[in-house]
DNA sequence: CGGTTAATTAACCACATGGTTAATAATAGT
DNA sequence: ACTATTATTAACCATGTGGTTAATTAACCG
């Protein structure tokens, strides 16, 4: 029984899963439609059980409606787990200062190189 | 061999991992430092396995100093991962928006509820 | 050299994950 | 009632994950 946090994450560590996320962010879609663009790689019961993954994380929730299950996006968890990695912001903004930094430093270097080998006629 | 994506949210899916980046995010620490929080709870080599993970993921890089492995933290997978979040941004606010929509009718009907119900004296 | 500290590797185990095929359920339509 | 469609469940398999203990490597220190 992993916390919240980290069936999300699990659930997120899968491209058919990410996939379905992206497919639902458009709208509800039933578990064939979910299905189709993988019909060719895996079978109807993969399916299914990507969903439940999905499903137990909270990212979507399954409803009835005649033989069909539609399935809804439920964004909450991503928001989460987005809010928990915007923790680390701060160091990858800082990361990049310093690469930036440290392009100013070659640049300036390579222009004074420049300079030196400047014996244009 | 999975996709740079899912090695990243499959490296997050741990709150041990997750518990030594936050220990990365104030700065380099050795194995036994980032050992130290789980000496009670698990052994040196698991230890060293989440950091495998972790470093497969690119999330840390270790170096070397004597004896000592230390670490550090590579915020660039991190903000990758943000980055595809950010998508269903839109999705999360929405529903966000919803939600409070739905609330105000609720007070509004609470308000309404009130005055039929005031037969004060 | 010999001992101590830091860390990894090896070998093993239980259990989860991601897939399969075959069988089953549930609903619609005629 | 029968058949087709949609989806799930069951049973199975290979591989990955998270942990263990015991052995090994590598560097320091006296």
Avoid at 43 to 63: D, F, Q, Y
Wanted: some cysteine.
């Amino acid at each position: 029984m992993p916390d919240t946090l980290s069936q999300t994450f699990a659930a997120l560590a899968d491209p058919t899963r990410r996939a379905m996320l992206a497919r639902l962010a458009d709208g509800e879609a039933s578990v064939s439609e979910l299905a189709e663009p993988f019909r060719a790689e895996m079978s109807l019961p993969a399916v299914t059980k990507h969903l439940k993954v999905l499903e137990r994380a909270g990212l979507i929730t399954k409803t009835k409606q005649a033989q069909w299950r539609p399935c809804k996006i439920n964004p909450l968890p991503l928001k989460d787990a987005s809010d928990w990695m915007q923790q680390y912001r701060r160091i990858w903004e800082e990361s990049f200062d310093r690469l930036e930094e440290y392009l100013k430093t070659v640049k300036a270097k390579k222009k004074a190189q420049g300079k030196k080998n400047d014996r244009s006629k």
